[in-house]
């Protein structure tokens, strides 16, 4: 059985791809084959090393894959109209992700800002990626959400839209995962990770440190699980 989760974020510069190395360092760590796949990267030319080639740096896995590729800083609709590049549709991403992820038992698939956010040319979100997944993925496959947060004030109101969202859609959140715990965190912070878990009804799974993704490889590799210590 393979588990396709899609991480997605509250907003952009939330921290989806060091929470989703983390991720997948944990599940690593637990014995399991994991792939991440990036299905759209925006803002980098060709050469400049991307969100997949961070997650490959910090784990050190080699199951690391990234679809498309954009150079203009926005979202991935807008990268390819202003370029004048056709985008794939959402199914084809989905398919492509089935294909390169093979027979691993975890599949991490990064977004591009939140959940509203349009992945290809008909308006498809990253929530439709999520159900193409199960169109396409094998029938003893799962696929679920794992929502990255901020910790600081104004976080409640986006976590619960982007949650309702989500369930709107009719996928499974599978949790919280806060992208930047700061060293002192104030009373916004501390009030927040209480309230988060009971103004959603999701746990907060795991919480990253600020910075961890500047800590050296081995070491981001070794906290995961601490990191993650709820995510099973």
């Not at 004048?84 to 089935?98: K, Y």
């Not at 040319?121 to 696929?143: K, P």
């Not at 927040?192 to 050296?216: C, F």
Request: charged share 20%.
């Amino acid at each position: 059985m393979t588990r396709y989760t899609l991480v997605t974020g509250t907003d952009t510069a939330v921290g989806k791809t060091v929470a989703t190395a983390a991720v997948a360092a944990h599940l690593a760590g637990r014995g399991l084959h994991v792939a991440v796949v990036k299905p759209i990267q925006t803002g980098l030319a060709a050469d400049e090393p991307g969100d997949a080639d961070e997650v490959r740096r910090l784990t050190g896995l080699s199951d690391v894959h990234e679809l498309v590729r954009l150079p203009e800083p926005l979202a991935p609709e807008s990268a390819a109209l202003l370029s004048g590049q056709a985008l794939p549709t959402v199914d084809t991403l989905a398919r492509r992700t089935v294909e390169v992820a093979g027979s691993s038992e975890a599949v991490l698939v990064e977004g591009a800002g939140g959940v509203a956010v349009r992945l290809d040319g008909d308006g498809r979100t990253l929530l439709d990626l999520a159900r193409a997944l199960e169109w396409h993925a094998s029938s003893d496959s799962t696929v679920d959400v794992l929502l990255v947060v901020g910790a600081t004030l104004g976080t409640l109101n986006h976590t619960a839209l982007s949650v309702d969202a989500i369930r709107r859609a009719g996928l499974d959140v599978r949790g919280l995962v806060v992208g930047s715990w700061p060293d002192e965190p104030g009373l916004a912070e501390r009030t927040n990770a209480l309230d988060l878990p009971r103004t959603t009804g999701v746990p907060v799974l795991a919480t990253l440190p600020a910075g961890a993704a500047a800590l050296a490889p081995a070491t981001f590799t070794r906290s995961a699980a601490g990191w993650c210590t709820d995510l099973v």
